[in-house]
């Protein structure tokens, strides 16, 4: 019986597919994701007004004149990305915690990793997506134009960077006691390169300068993408495990 | 509670000789350097201690993949001893080249990348210790602090390397020059044996410290254990 029982085991391993498994777990996870805030919508919303309201502290903390905005411009977005990513983190991972949502996810027999690939696909999505709405909002009140496709670029891949630690180091800090100040705590040390780099490259196709002096901050970005997001999927089952 | 074991108790007495050798060495016996005075003898602790916390920074790295891979508690006894007694340490290196900045830089900090890699390791480890006191499973606890560790063991170098994209004054004194260095100088054979000795004194603290954290670990879970007894 036992034996029967592992030999049909070994062979549906054998029969399905594992990378196609795997695609869809991470595609289920994402359009479960997708669909819950597309009702709710609180996500999303919390996370522009926030980023809004940041660019708004700062407009008054640096005083933003026009001589002062060509050298800033920079940082604040990134200022402020990373503030509203945090937020988004937090909530994303307390909604799984709270619900018991995790647990169910945890239960299903499917690899763990395409849970973690699932949630970084769709936390980018819930961070790209607020990137887009404040950078036309941005170009507006402050008469910068910010869609180069380089300046996208770099969104992009600091976005991958600081979504790929923030949502391993969100499993984390969600279940311990002091949950919801944890988060920003644990991330902003480690992904001080990501905004390092992110923020040197921005600045440097805002300013048009040649591309041989951005690609270090870039090839950095991708550096620290491909480690960390190697490293997440190594260690993520040690986060969920119960 | 067992009985402190002979080696310990010899270590605590070799630690103090070695400290207090290491100080006369530094404070009278190397020579005063020519153009920072005496401040420059601040450089043979700043370079012990900073040696001593990498290694523990290092060694919890490597406790943290061990621990990831065998999930023995032992090895996050090892790793939190070794970051514990390296924290310490650390603050201790930022405080001494802060002391000697003061004079020769003409100020207390700027954000060269070695001094805002200090702060920022400063800051990973002080979250690290955070994390962990917010998670009262023992088992838990250690696996979200290997975990971390390693994250921050791996971010910490990066960073560093991030930051050197932009020009350093920070004084490399072993192995390399850098021309916009301010405060660099050589070593004459005095220094190089106060420097060495500092080296070595401080190894010496490391592992007594590092021996007797390892044993409040122990003691740690155990009062954890007999606590959980008592509630049930």
Known sequence: MVNKATEMKSMTVEHAKPASNFIKVVAAVVWKDLRAELRSRELFSAMLVFSLLIILIF??????????????????LWATFAFAGTLGLNRSMAIEKDRGCLDGLLLAPVDRSAIYFGKVISNLAFMLMVEIIVLPIYSVLYTVNLFQPGLLLVILLGSIGYVAVGTLLSAMSVQTRTRDILL???????????????????????AGAE???????????IAYDIIFIAVAFMVFDNVVEE | ????????????????????IATYLALVYAPTELVMGNVQRVFYFHIGTA?????????GAVFSVVYLITK????????????????????ITIVLGSIWARPVWNTWWTW??????????????IAYFMLRQGIDDPEKRARFGAVYALIGGLSAPITFFAIRLFRTIHPVVIGGTNAAAQGSFNMTPHMLTAFFFALFAFTVIFIDLFWHRIRLGVLQEKVEQLKLQVNM
């Open chain 2, 1 to 20: 509670m067992q009985p402190k074991p002979l080696t310990l108790k010899s270590l605590d007495i070799a630690s103090i000789i070695v400290l207090g």
């Open chain 2, 51 to 59: 040696w001593t916390a990498l290694l523990g920074f290092i060694l």
């Open chain 1, 59 to 76: 407009n008054f903390a640096l005083e933003l004149d026009i001589k002062t905005r060509q050298s800033v411009t920079a940082g604040v």
């Open chain 1, 211 to 221: 591309l041989a002096d951005i690609l270090l901050p870039i090839n950095l970005l």
């Open chain 2, 112 to 125: 060269d990348p070695r001094l805002t890699t200090a702060a920022i390791t400063e800051l990973i480890y």
């Open chain 1, 184 to 206: 920003p705590i644990l991330l902003f040390p480690v992904v001080i390169p990501v905004l390092l780099a992110a923020v040197k490259a921005s600045n440097g196709f805002l």
């Open chain 2, 72 to 91: 023995d508690l032992k090895w996050d006894r090892l790793q939190v001893a070794a970051i514990e007694v390296s924290l310490v340490f650390f603050l």
